[in-house]
């Protein structure tokens, strides 16, 4: 397997553990509050990391990565991970869903001009398609409720904390190994929210198993597994491309609830799911290769007699 296949393996295993964290934090959120299921899952995740960073041999991060580190661990595992329950409690799922979308668009404008990426037109067109996708989404599944104007502030903050995440997180693993990132961002989102240690401890105690078992699922597989996926894959590729690749969790969000909890989607939202998954395929796609125009002859027989013999 060539190392953008495998790339793209670890970008979809991402897509799909994020994806079923939809359903995880919708049955643990009315359990827990944002703060104290943000730190629980973030625990869970610092303890799996914490043994697998021991286990691979890596070492502690070079200087040059931990500006990245810490940048990405406050805003995206930390900051993102807070704001993001939070507003899921004052916005319906379809409002939060085309909200949150603007994430994937901030990346591609960060990584082209911060990081110098460029912006390629298949990318551009690609997420073009998805974002139309994402609100056909978000509308179908909206029910036509008012949306709480501080739940939309909120899901807007964000998505801005996890695009700001990734622009901090791509240079990192240009000196460090997609472990150590992920690890030591954890390490840097766990601290940051252990004032809501308090919280987590009180609400464990009359939280049922299931809700409880969410969390830790959660910490497992698309904070522990999914993130280090996602550096895995972020190394390799730009992180507009990246970015746009999660366009896909919405329709596979909609699949899983369909499948898991029951409930049967709209006509439109599995349209709206078809575009997602169609505009990432246009952005990750490459261009066709041209042909090499023919040599003039003065030139290619220069250049024949030029050759060894």
Same mark, same amino acid.
């Given at each position: 397997?060539s ?5 793209a393996?670890?970008a ?7 994806a079923?964290?939809?359903v995880?934090?919708r ?11 943000a ?5 869970v995740?610092?303890?799996?990391l ?10 502690w991060?070079p200087?040059a990565?931990w500006?990245?580190i810490l940048?990405?661990g ?7 991970m807070i ?11 379809g ?13 591609a404008?960060?990584?082209g ?7 390629p037109?298949?990318?551009g067109a ?6 139309a996708?994402a609100?056909v ?5 909206s ?7 501080? /739940?939309? *502030?909120?899901? $807007?903050v964000? @998505? +801005? ?8 997180q791509? #240079? &990192? ?8 990132v ?9 601290a940051?929210?252990?004032p ?7 609400q464990?105690g009359?939280?049922p198993v299931?809700?409880?078992l ?11 597994l ?5 550096a895995?894959?972020?190394a ?14 919405p ?6 609830s369909?499948?898991?909890?029951g409930?049967v ?7 709206? /799911?078809? *575009?997602?998954? $169609?505009g990432? @395929? +246009?952005?990750?796609?490459?261009p066709g290769?041209?042909a090499? #125009? &023919? ?5 290619a ?5 030029s050759?060894?013999r």
């Amino acid at each position: 397997m060539s190392d953008n296949s495998r790339a793209a393996a670890a970008a979809a295993v991402t897509v799909v553990l994020w994806a079923s964290a939809f359903v995880a934090i919708r049955s643990a959120g009315g359990h827990f509050s944002p703060g104290a299921l943000a730190l629980g899952r973030l625990l869970v995740a610092s303890l799996a990391l914490g043994v697998m960073w021991l286990v691979s041999g890596d070492g502690w991060p070079p200087r040059a990565a931990w500006p990245g580190i810490l940048g990405s661990g406050v805003l995206w595992f930390g900051l993102y991970m807070i704001t993001l329950n939070w507003g899921e409690r004052e916005v319906d799922a379809g409002t939060a869903a085309m909200v949150v979308t603007i994430g994937p668009v901030l990346i591609a404008l960060l990584g082209g001009w911060l990081l110098r990426e460029g912006f390629p037109r298949r990318l551009g067109a690609g997420m073009a398609v998805s974002l139309a996708g994402a609100i056909v989404v978000g509308v179908s599944e909206s029910g036509g409720g008012r949306s709480s104007v501080l /739940g939309v *502030l909120l899901c $807007a903050v964000a @998505a +801005v904390c996890y695009a700001a995440g990734v622009v901090f997180q791509k #240079p &990192a693993l240009g000196h460090a190994s997609a472990v150590q990132v992920t690890t030591f961002g954890c390490f840097a989102g766990t601290a940051a929210c252990l004032p809501f240690a308090g919280q987590l401890v009180s609400q464990l105690g009359s939280a049922p198993v299931g809700a409880t078992l969410n969390v830790v699922y959660l910490g497992l597989f698309p904070t522990m597994l999914g993130f280090t996926t996602w550096a895995y894959a972020l190394a390799r590729t730009s992180s507009g491309k990246m970015g746009a690749t999660t366009y896909a969790v919405p329709g596979l969000v909609v699949l899983m609830s369909w499948l898991i909890l029951g409930q049967v989607p709209r006509w439109l939202t599995i349209a709206g /799911g078809a *575009l997602c998954l $169609a505009g990432v @395929a +246009v952005s990750r796609s490459r261009p066709g290769r041209k042909a090499a #125009p &023919a040599a003039p002859a003065a030139v290619a027989g220069v250049a024949a007699e030029s050759q060894p013999r």
